[in-house]
């Protein structure tokens, strides 16, 4: 019977964390995002001219609130050509304790992949374990690569190559910090983190970062970590794993990116945030609405980065050819 309880299928192109995919496909991902918003001409052709996804299906799996999530990969889909099917945790068998390993089994008899959004990392690596179509990391509380995949397509977008570029991060050392960790060594940029004590990074993504050229300055002192920096990116200081607390807010306090700090950064420094802010907490309003901000841009990048993984993800060995116009 153990052997009924072991996955035999050939790994599918799985898209969890950054670490766990070579530079050069994440740059080639970026490049075919890049190719195919060209396409899109400013919305004025939303529909892929080849339509790569049609008649593929990807279950939107979503645990926690989304926004920029669940519209990204829904609106995503459908101009590759393909479909979503949005499963609500309460509405599925997951509920009445089906296990996530039968669960990972049936999906992909029905949909061609599966984008998860869950408070427990285990879910995610449990899906992927027994799914045999790919699996998309939508957020876990260690990570989230979709987002600095649109972080980094957009800093590029205003700034150039990010390769030998200083990021700085400042605020809490939280998923998003750690998937910017490992984005810096396999896209070749410093990162500089400043949080409280209390609110570090990940020591083992500092570690394997570092261990594979990464340059990585973790430091308490805001101003330090900002100074001539070609962009500051912060989050806000209660994510969706985390209880509010006067404590905890408190703690932040002398981390808040303000017009002060940002004069300590380069002329030019652009402001990031994944969204959503809180605005008065970790950035004041004249910063957040301010000439350098980005966060539009990069909330509007998780659609085009997004369709660049979908397509990585499933279309094969040729996919990159979608990053360019149809011949014919």
């Not at 964390?17 to 052709?45: C, F, N, P, Y």
């Not at 479909?83 to 609500?88: C, D, G, I, K, S």
Request: overall charge negative.
């Amino acid at each position: 019977m153990n052997a009924l309880r072991t996955p035999t299928h050939v790994t599918p192109r799985h898209f969890l964390d950054l670490k766990e995919i070579d530079a050069a496909t994440l740059r080639a991902i970026l490049d075919v995002a890049s190719g195919i918003k060209r396409m899109q001409d400013h919305r004025a052709r939303p529909m892929h001219p080849a339509l790569p996804l049609r008649g593929r299906a990807l279950g939107l799996m979503l645990s926690k609130p989304s926004t920029r999530t669940r519209v990204s990969f829904e609106v995503g889909m459908q101009q590759l050509g393909g479909n979503v099917v949005l499963l609500a945790p309460s509405d599925m068998q997951l509920g009445r304790g089906e296990s996530i390993a039968d669960t990972a089994r049936v999906l992909s008899r029905f949909v061609d992949a599966i984008v998860l959004r869950t408070g427990r990392t285990e879910n995610l690596r449990e899906l992927a374990r027994w799914s045999s179509v790919p699996v998309i990391n939508g957020l876990t509380p260690d990570s989230h690569p979709v987002q600095i995949m649109a972080d980094i397509m957009t800093f590029e977008e205003h700034r150039g190559p990010i390769r030998g570029r200083t990021l700085a991060w400042v605020g809490d050392g939280n998923n998003v910090a750690t998937s910017f960790i490992e984005a810096a060594a396999l896209f070749g940029f410093s990162l500089r983190l400043a949080t409280p004590p209390t609110h570090a990074p990940s020591v083992a993504a500092v570690a394997w970062a570092r261990a594979h050229g990464g340059d990585i300055t973790v430091t308490t002192d805001p101003v330090a970590a900002v100074k001539g920096a070609d962009a500051i990116i912060t989050d806000t200081w209660v994510s969706m794993s985390d209880k509010a607390s006067d404590q905890r807010v408190s703690a932040f306090e002398p981390y808040r990116v303000d017009a002060a700090l940002m004069a300590h950064a380069a002329p030019d420094a652009l402001f990031l945030h994944c969204l959503p802010a809180h605005i008065g907490e970790e950035v004041t309003e004249d910063v957040f609405e301010g000439p350098r901000s980005v966060v539009f841009d990069e909330a509007e990048n998780r659609l085009h980065a997004q369709k660049g993984i979908l397509v990585w993800a499933l279309c094969g060995a040729d996919w990159q050819q979608y990053g360019k116009e149809p011949t014919a």
